[in-house]
């Protein structure tokens, strides 16, 4: 999928905490946030709530670009998210890249990491499994 059609597939959800396409890699979408007032935890720094929504967008838009890749139309049903925070993530822009572990005709198994200044400094990690529905 293109860089466009990366972002036009974002959910609402996405589009109202500020997340966007910050780039392809490897043929996935690296999500983006800005710090602001609607991603803020504690003073300076973000909220994890927001860091786990980008952390599932971004291993949806992975899901997303391998479905589009295989021409398949199968909906994607979350069964379970699990995050790890490995450290605080400052008032900076926050970035998050989603990987397909394995997808099968009816499970798909992902994972995502986002980090902030530095991809091998990860701020939080998370693995998923979803459901492909027909």
Request: without cysteine.
């Given at each position: 999928m293109t860089l466009e059609e990366q972002m036009a597939a974002l959910?609402?959800?996405?589009?109202s905490?500020?997340?966007?396409?910050?780039?392809?890699?490897?043929g996935a979408a690296v999500l983006a946030f800005d710090f602001s007032e609607r991603v803020l935890g504690r003073p300076g720094f973000v909220h994890g709530g927001a860091i786990s929504g980008l952390l599932e967008m971004a291993a949806f838009a992975a899901?997303?670009?391998?479905?589009?890749?295989?021409?398949?139309?199968?909906?994607?049903?979350?069964?379970?998210?699990?995050?790890?925070?490995?450290?605080?993530?400052?008032?900076?822009?926050?970035?998050?890249?989603?990987?397909?572990?394995r997808a099968g005709r009816r499970i798909a198994n992902l994972s995502a990491t986002a980090w902030q200044d530095d991809p091998a400094k990860p701020v939080a990690?998370?693995?998923?499994?979803?459901?492909?529905?027909?």
């Amino acid at each position: 999928m293109t860089l466009e059609e990366q972002m036009a597939a974002l959910p609402p959800y996405a589009l109202s905490m500020g997340m966007f396409v910050e780039r392809i890699e490897a043929g996935a979408a690296v999500l983006a946030f800005d710090f602001s007032e609607r991603v803020l935890g504690r003073p300076g720094f973000v909220h994890g709530g927001a860091i786990s929504g980008l952390l599932e967008m971004a291993a949806f838009a992975a899901l997303r670009a391998e479905l589009a890749r295989r021409g398949s139309l199968a909906r994607i049903k979350p069964v379970n998210l699990s995050v790890e925070f490995m450290r605080g993530a400052g008032a900076t822009r926050t970035f998050a890249l989603g990987r397909v572990t394995r997808a099968g005709r009816r499970i798909a198994n992902l994972s995502a990491t986002a980090w902030q200044d530095d991809p091998a400094k990860p701020v939080a990690s998370a693995w998923m499994n979803v459901l492909l529905a027909a």
